[in-house]
């Protein structure tokens, strides 16, 4: 989808009132169907399930010691904290419990005790994403770092090996989410440590460093010095990995608005995100997280019921011609390397882009 034509679909929906008044009226259709319910059974159910994994993955290390087999415990264990980290997600936007105060504490627990990251770090990265997704300058997800993933703010063409690895980002981003385990560590410490405001910096720094320093001491302790750098290298690289390849084909090579445009929130969370369909495995392998649209339309709502809301929004949409989309898992992964290779060729003379031009026109 083109910039354009988040444009005109935004102007299709004029008047503001009449976009409030719909996104009311599916709002109503979704809690009279019971669907903003809680769910804590099902949560608990989970959460006691994921710490059976985790007892048995650390039983198992401890008896299996010294043997290459130990890179199996550490891929499944990748798997096992990034299934814990979606029930930190949706903690962190209030599924589980009523009390704010308790969803807050829920997410401190999961992310620092039990995946080593900073809840706050995340929550307020998290939030600004949510707020306004894949908008230039507010979404700090589609901020330039080692990716390009616009071309509105650069100011000067790539040369040498920066215009070269632009070029092939979209190949190199898979790789390079091997590194994001590290990355999501460090900028938590980073945090944590630093002299920003912290909500509560003090338990955040108990439970990271308990949780880092047992880790650590736990596998040196069992493996030899080799074989522990090889675990801890499997384990990080395949959890940056997980992470990144169920966050990316939501909103990668999805429309990106231009700083200065202003949409309603309706149009701003279905035109922005893009579902991934293949049934229970895939909605279990992401955490509830394809499907997008739904989640970011109502980020509070329990995650079982995400399935169920779906053709009500699917629904919805086709009714009031706000473009929908879906796509298979793999499908998604190619749109998302074609986009940033595509943007990233685009990025090394920005002034000439067609890219860029087309957000300029968007204005």
Not at 59 to 87: D, P
Not at 109 to 123: I, K
Not at 164 to 173: D, I, P, S, Y
Not at 339 to 362: H, I, W
Request: hydrophobic share 50%.
């Amino acid at each position: 989808m083109t910039a354009e034509a988040v444009t005109e679909g935004a102007r299709a929906a004029r008047p503001r009132e009449r976009q409030v008044s719909q996104f009311t009226a599916l709002t109503q259709t979704v809690h009279e169907a019971g669907l903003m319910v809680r769910r804590q059974g099902w949560y608990w159910t989970q959460f006691a399930v994921l710490n059976l994994a985790l007892i048995g993955l650390v039983t198992a290390f401890v008896l299996i010691g010294a043997s290459w087999w130990q890179l199996v415990i550490a891929a499944a264990l990748a798997v096992v904290l990034g299934q814990f980290m979606f029930i930190g997600h949706d903690a962190a936007h209030r599924q589980i419990f009523a009390s704010g105060r308790w969803n807050d504490w829920a997410s401190l627990v999961v992310a620092n005790l039990y995946a080593g990251m900073s809840y706050g770090w995340w929550q307020h990265k998290h939030s600004r994403h949510h707020a306004k997704p894949n908008q230039v300058g507010q979404d700090p997800d589609i901020g330039t770092g080692a990716l390009v993933f616009h071309t509105e703010e650069l100011t000067k063409p790539a040369t040498g090996i920066v215009a070269w690895f632009r070029a092939h980002q979209g190949w190199l981003f898979f790789p390079m989410l091997l590194l994001e385990g590290i990355n999501l560590h460090a900028a938590g410490i980073k945090t944590i440590f630093g002299r920003g405001e912290v909500k509560r910096r003090p338990v955040e720094i108990a439970f990271v460093t308990l949780r880092l320093g047992a880790y650590l001491a736990l596998v040196f302790w069992v493996l030899p010095l080799g074989m522990a750098f090889a675990f801890l290298g499997v384990q990080l690289g395949l959890f940056g990995l997980y992470m990144g390849a169920v966050f990316a084909p939501n909103h990668k090579g999805m429309p990106i608005v231009p700083k200065s445009s202003k949409i309603d929130f309706l149009q701003r969370q279905v035109l922005m995100s893009r579902n991934v369909t293949g049934g229970r495995f895939v909605e279990w392998f992401t955490g509830g997280l394809n499907y997008q649209v739904e989640h970011h339309l109502f980020p509070s709502m329990a995650r079982p019921h995400l399935r169920r809301v779906q053709p009500i929004v699917k629904e919805f949409c086709a009714t009031h011609n706000i473009k929908y989309t879906e796509t298979t898992l793999l499908e998604s992964y190619g749109i998302v390397v074609r986009y940033l290779n595509k943007v990233g060729l685009a990025a090394r003379d920005p002034f000439q882009c067609p890219l860029a031009m087309e957000f300029r026109s968007a204005r």
